[in-house]
T-cell receptor
Framework: GAGVSQSPSNKVTEKGKDVELRCDPISGHTALYWYRQRLGQGLEFLIYFQGNSAPDKSGLPSDRFSAERTGESVSTLTIQRTQQEDSAVYLC?????????????FGPGTRLTVL | RKEVEQDPGPFNVPEGATVAFNCTYSNSASQSFFWYRQDCRKEPKLLMSVYSSGNEDGRFTAQLNRASQYISLLIRDSKLSDSATYLCVRAAAGNKLTFGGGTRVLVKP
């Protein structure tokens, strides 16, 4: 079946502009995660959604970052007033539930470049 | 100290040889660990889960040593297609994943 999809695949923006990144999880997956991977570094957890529970925002680096999820489907990550240090690949993952026994499947990511 | 630390490598491995590398973690309460594989400019993909008793999947063997707080991955009979970055991953509550920086493996003919 279809995997996790993300759009756009690449985004170039100017410093100070807002950007919106989209993630379509695997159908039926209740848990959805956002991660960031800066060049040459490991992935950093940003935020996760589980069903209708309040999202865990503990990884968001600043209040310029926010995310929403509609039910158990699409999620959008919004970065306001982008800065150059926001340049990274933003990866979305989904899993059946938020248990460690459930594999997270990653999307191909959105490569964000802030000029 | 980072929660999950790895030797970045690269480990240059002759085709057919065995390579092993470790990852250390700092949170003694950690419950679950995984090895993910990431190819250049691609998303990470689960390679295997890591169990205390050690587990094997074909040419890959993973081991967890809770006393010394490290996880190991061993690759036998290396193939050219094994060239990738191997990510050591810890799962926290809610299955939030903490990634190490990755160990790069280059298998050469």
């Amino acid at each position: 079946g279809a995997g996790v999809s993300q759009s756009p695949s690449n985004k170039v923006t100017e410093k100070g502009k807002d950007v919106e990144l989209r993630c379509d999880p695997i159908s039926g997956h209740t848990a959805l995660y956002w991660y960031r991977q800066r060049l040459g570094q490991g992935l950093e957890f940003l935020i996760y959604f589980q069903g209708n529970s309040a999202p865990d925002k503990s990884g968001l680096p600043s209040d310029r970052f926010s995310a929403e999820r509609t039910g158990e489907s699409v999620s959008t990550l919004t970065i306001q007033r982008t800065q150059q240090e926001d340049s990274a690949v933003y990866l979305c993952a989904s899993s059946y539930r938020d248990s460690y026994t459930d594999t997270q499947y990653f999307g191909p990511g959105t490569r964000l470049t802030v000029l | 100290r980072k929660e999950v630390e790895q030797d970045p490598g690269p480990f240059n491995v002759p085709e057919g040889a065995t390579v092993a590398f470790n990852c250390t973690y700092s949170n003694s309460a950690s419950q679950s660990f995984f090895w993910y594989r990431q190819d250049c400019r691609k998303e990470p993909k689960l390679l295997m889960s890591v169990y205390s008793s050690g587990n094997e999947d074909g040419r890959f063997t993973a081991q967890l040593n809770r006393a010394s707080q490290y996880i190991s991955l061993l690759i036998r009979d290396s193939k050219l297609s094994d060239s990738a970055t191997y990510l050591c991953v810890r799962a926290a509550a809610g299955n939030k994943l903490t990634f190490g920086g990755g160990t790069r493996v280059l298998v050469k003919p």
